[in-house]
């Protein structure tokens, strides 16, 4: 995992690497690329992200609540990567490690499309 600046904030749009443990049950464990949904003013004030987990995993392609975002970087290069709509998280960024993923941001598109599919669950809007 890179090792994130003094001065670097996780914004909206932004995939950064989260500590996921502990962990109970079913939930994502170990480190995973994360959508930052929450604003970087949010993220700097209450050293929260709330976001969506990210994965390689292939069997996703079926899934009606992951949208791929493209290639993943690192040891996965060369993988499509999902954003698990339907698992929406917040964490402390500073106590979990969270840094900048090679992927950086999530293009618009995508990320509209993601906030689509997260209203479907949640009728925020």
Not at 33 to 55: A, C, H, Q, W
Not at 59 to 80: C, E, H, I, L, W
Not at 84 to 112: I, Y
Request: charged share 20%; with cysteine; glycine share 6%.
């Amino acid at each position: 995992m890179v090792k994130a600046s003094a001065l670097w904030i996780p914004d909206r749009r932004d995939v950064i690497w989260i500590d996921c443990n502990p962990q109970r049950g079913q939930e994502m464990r170990d480190i995973h690329p994360f959508l930052v949904l929450s604003p970087k003013s949010f993220n700097e004030r209450t050293s929260l992200v709330i976001g969506l987990p990210m994965t390689t995993a292939t069997y996703n392609a079926d899934n009606p609540f992951a949208v791929s975002v493209g290639q993943a970087g690192g040891r996965k290069a060369g993988q499509t990567s999902y954003v698990l709509c339907h698992q929406p998280k917040s964490f402390d960024w500073r106590l979990r490690g969270g840094a900048p993923h090679p992927m950086k941001k999530v293009p618009e598109a995508r990320f509209a499309e993601v906030l689509a599919i997260l209203n479907q669950i949640m009728q925020l809007a």
